[in-house]
Structure formats: structure tokens, C-alpha cells
């Protein structure tokens, strides 16, 4: 269970610019947010073993994210959960969350709220973390955007702070670091080249069963249109060592858990 979550602030809409020719030098100040909706596939593998490389098991939570809905809203489908204890094989087919289909929602702060989850059941951190992490990169894509100069580290000091996980626990963001790296290329647009990365962020969790202390180093990039200002694609990577109460064990186990996050765009019309 890890948790990576940044809040949106705020977010500006409207048509389309055109690149302008001192792109490499600075990000375009007057480029706003078309946003129409979109889609993505978002993919996260969990890697659970010991602190010494060791491995234990893995999970895949897959799911459709659509935003610009309207009313700004988000909203989740196909969301599924499959795990596997073999390292190298493929993930078999995942559970199917009833309770995300179709649940949707304005991003904001009100989803770091217990009454934001209504009828969560099964794997629900899983998919409390969905919702999470997308906000996080939407927030690094965007909410910085005229403050970044080219290969100079930017401390986005409105992202740290410790956040209440909907009643179940904390996270705390610790010293995030936004970095425009330069301007690539993703579904033929060309796009800045967005990193972010934090270390040693606290956190707890707890649920009927299980509780958990540990602390997160997490990063990854963001590539984001030069043209429209949609995410193109992003990744996201996490490392996470814990002290865990498992069910039915007397004493505490020490774990180390990674991440891999894919938010793949989806073509319009899927």
C-alpha cells in the first residue's frame, strides 16, 4: 500500500496555441489547458519482497481514466486487480472492482476525504491510489507550468505538506522537485520533458486487518504537448520500505515495495 499523492490547485482551460519559436529556451507562458476529454490507461505493478532484493509476490491494478468531462469532471471504468507469486511470468486476468465503474469526481482536496469513497470494498487502497496518483501528475504537469526554467531544479514547495489519507492514514511530501529537462516527441507532438522526484516522505496506514509504517522515495516524468498541454504519456516510479502488522503474525515484518506506474493516452474514440 503506497501512496502518492499531490494536490491539484488549480487548472487553466481553454482553446489552443501555437508553439512558440523560443520553446527550447522557455516554456510557452500563454500556452492554456485544452481540455477536451481524454483518456488513459493507467498501469500499476506492485513488488513486494525484503529489504535484501528478495522477491514475494506482485499485483497489477489496471484502469480507464476519462477527464474534461463536464463540471471538470474524472470518472474510472475496466478498473481490475490481478496478482501473481511468480516473478517472471505473465499477470493471469485481473478482478473486476464493481465499485469503480463509473465513479466519478471533481479532483480536488475533497478526495483526500473518508465520504469522497462511498461503497469502497476490496482492494480499495488499490484503487484509492488511482485516484491519487493521477491528480499527483496532473498537478506536476500543470500547476507549476510558468515557473519552470530549463535543466534548473524548482522546489514546488505547495505540494509538500502531510496529507490525511481518507481517514485510514497519512503521507507526507517531503522537498518535491520539479525539472523541465527539455522537449521531446510522443504521438507527434512535441513535448516538454517534465521530472519530478521526493525522498524520504513518511507514511502510515491502517485498515481492519493490516497497519503499516514506512517511508517513500518516488519520481518519475511527464511528457506534456507543446500544443494543447494535454499529458502525452507519463511514468511514475517508487520505492517504499515498511514495518508491517500482517493478520495472523505476532510480530512486525520489514518489507520493501516498488511501484511502476504507466498513464498511457489513449487514441480518441477508444
Known amino acids: 500500500m503506497i501512496f ?3 494536490l491539484i490547485i488549480g487548472i487553466a482551460t481553454s482553446g489552443q ?6 520553446v527550447f529556451e522557455t516554456l510557452p507562458q500563454n500556452l492554456v489547458l485544452n481540455d477536451e476529454v481524454q483518456k488513459y490507461l ?8 525484503d529489504i535484501f532484493g528478495h522477491f514475494y509476490n506482485k499485483t497489477r491494478v489496471k484502469g480507464e481514466y476519462t477527464r474534461g468531462l463536464p463540471g471538470g469532471k474524472a470518472k474510472w471504468n475496466n478498473v481490475t486487480v490481478a496478482n501473481s507469486i511468480q516473478r517472471d511470468e505473465d499477470f493471469p486476468q485481473g478482478e473486476g472492482l464493481a465499485y469503480m465503474e463509473n465513479f466519478s469526481y471533481k479532483p480536488s482536496a ?9 461503497g469502497f470494498g476490496a482492494y480499495s487502497a ?3 491510489n488511482l485516484v491519487w496518483d493521477m491528480m499527483g501528475v496532473e498537478g506536476f504537469a500543470w500547476y507549476y507550468w510558468d515557473s519552470l526554467r530549463l535543466n534548473e531544479a524548482f522546489d514546488a514547495s505547495n505540494f509538500n505538506g502531510k496529507l490525511d489519507l481518507a481517514g485510514q492514514g497519512s503521507f507526507e511530501n517531503r522537498n518535491i522537485i520539479l525539472t523541465w529537462t527539455g522537449v521531446s516527441k510522443r504521438h507527434n507532438e512535441l513535448c516538454a520533458t ?3 522526484r521526493t525522498l524520504n516522505n513518511p507514511l502510515e496506514y491502517a485498515e481492519s486487518e493490516m497497519s503499516m509504517k514506512g517511508r517513500s522515495h518516488y519520481w518519475g516524468t511527464i511528457w506534456v504537448s507543446l500544443e494543447d498541454k494535454q499529458i ?7 520505492d517504499v520500505t515498511m514495518e508491517m502488522n500482517l493478520p495472523g503474525q505476532s510480530g512486525k515484518q520489514i518489507m520493501d515495495a516498488v511501484r511502476e506506474i504507466q498513464f498511457i493516452k489513449l487514441p480518441k474514440g477508444k
Open 232 to 238: 502525452e504519456h507519463a511514468e511514475l516510479y517508487e
Open 126 to 128: 488499490y484503487a484509492k
Open 4 to 6: 502518492a499523492a499531490a
Open 110 to 118: 475533497d478526495m483526500l476525504k473518508p465520504e469522497a469513497f462511498p
Open 194 to 196: 517534465i521530472e519530478f
Open 17 to 22: 496555441k501555437k508553439i512558440d519559436s523560443n
Open 42 to 49: 493507467v498501469i500499476t505493478d506492485h513488488f513486494n519482497g
